[in-house]
């Protein structure tokens, strides 16, 4: 049997980066700038260029980038906010952080993304239970923008602001903007594993609104005003290590060929599983970056069909078995209208393929061939 497929390759990044980044390393090492040095400011100018964004606050990681909007934004108890469940914990954590009650909404089968007629029954709900709804945290999921030109219009109407989350999707596009440009803000991560990652820990929040964009780099310092010792709010310490923001500004270089490879790869896997599950077709007008390459197994048992691409040495993953509101830390926060069927049937029926930039096409098609005989299997036993 031929060797076992890397889910994401890191290694092969490494070595396409090659001295870049270790020279990158040993200068922070050498001028000694650890904190807040000038490769910091360096990246936050980049990454604006990247995506037009006014203002880069980069910061430690994705959760602390969504905690620091919130906080700006002052979000308290009696404050509702809405999130997708079917996500990652952190967009609903920092929400219960701030004591404001998360709300969660259902998603489309189609695209992941948050359902724009259960994020209105979850604002009725917030209203119901005596909550003030504030504003909402679409999701990117696996890459691909929500659906903002609709999310945004019921926002405008409610008086409530828009927080991307973009952890999964940054370097992705919804109708020619580019996501970092929407909403009130977004946040991303830089977590290794995340389309453009560190070598560690990072996130960064993007926005076009001054006085948002002053108030979070005194939260990112403890909430310093313009003498050091005189500290104006309660912040934290959220800062991005300068090593991590030299690391990033190789990483960028290459990102956006990188980008245009999984895409290319995405196309190819769609193609050639189209006959034989359900492939996550982009909607019109809309990039993904591909941070998961997720399928839909219907009437399938997946655990089977993840050990029969084991043992061919192929490797899977389920994002996500569970969604927020089944999980038991977020079961008692309230859900939007008579429950989220959506998530819970995708839960049961996601499973996500091998997907990096460095795939090659031999790589690609062993991972196809095993999909489709593990599937044709199934058909044959049912
Ligand atoms: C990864 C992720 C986060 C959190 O990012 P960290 O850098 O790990 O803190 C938040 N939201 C989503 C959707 C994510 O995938």
């Given at each position: 049997?031929?060797?076992?497929?890397?889910?994401?390759?890191?290694?092969a990044q490494r070595k396409r980066l090659g001295s870049a980044v270790d020279e990158a390393v040993l200068r922070v090492i050498?001028?000694?700038g650890y904190i807040m040095g000038p490769e910091v400011k360096t990246l936050e100018a980049d990454l604006a260029a990247f995506t037009g964004a006014k203002h880069v606050v980069s910061c430690a990681n994705g959760t602390d980038a969504l905690g620091f909007v919130l906080m700006a934004k002052g979000v308290k108890p009696g404050d509702a906010v809405l999130c997708?469940?079917?996500?990652?914990?952190?967009t609903a954590e920092v929400v219960a952080w701030t004591g404001a009650t998360p709300i969660f909404v259902d998603v489309r089968e189609d695209t992941f993304n948050m359902d724009v007629a259960s994020l209105e029954a979850g604002i009725s709900t917030a209203k119901s239970l005596g909550l003030n709804p504030v504003g909402v945290i679409p999701v990117d999921l696996f890459g691909l923008p929500a659906d903002y030109d609709a999310i945004e219009s019921v926002c405008h109407r409610e008086g409530m602001w828009v927080l991307c989350d973009a952890a999964q999707s940054f370097g992705a596009t919804y109708k020619g903007r580019k996501v970092g440009s929407i909403g009130l803000a977004t946040s991303t991560s830089?977590?290794?594993?995340?389309?453009l990652g560190c070598y560690g820990d990072g996130g960064a929040v993007f926005t076009?609104?001054?006085?948002?964009?002053?108030?979070?780099?005194?939260i990112r310092v403890h909430g310093q005003g313009s003498d050091k010792y005189d500290n104006v709010r309660i912040g934290m310490n959220g800062r991005l290590d300068t090593m991590q923001a030299a690391i990033l500004i190789e990483k960028l270089k290459i990102f956006p060929s990188e980008v245009e490879a999984r895409d290319r790869i995405a196309k190819r896997y769609n193609d050639s599983l189209r006959s034989v599950a359900i492939v996550p077709d982009t909607p019109e007008g809309y990039t993904s970056v591909w941070a998961q390459y997720t399928l839909r197994l219907k009437g399938f048992n997946r655990e089977k069909f993840q050990a029969d691409l084991k043992a061919v040495g192929v490797p899977t993953m389920v994002y996500y078995p569970k969604p927020l509101h089944q999980q038991?830390?977020?079961?008692s926060y309230p859900v939007a209208g008579n429950g989220l069927p959506v998530a819970e049937r995708l839960a049961s029926e996601v499973v996500s393929l091998p997907m990096h930039p460095y795939l090659d096409e031999a790589t690609q098609d062993r991972i196809i061939e095993a999909v489709c005989s593990a599937l044709a299997q199934r058909t044959a036993a049912a």
């Open positions: 049997m031929t060797d076992p497929i890397a889910f994401i390759d890191l290694a050498n001028h000694g997708p469940t079917f996500t990652f914990a952190a830089f977590f290794p594993a995340k389309p076009n609104d001054d006085e948002l964009a002053a108030v979070m780099r005194s038991t830390a977020y079961k």
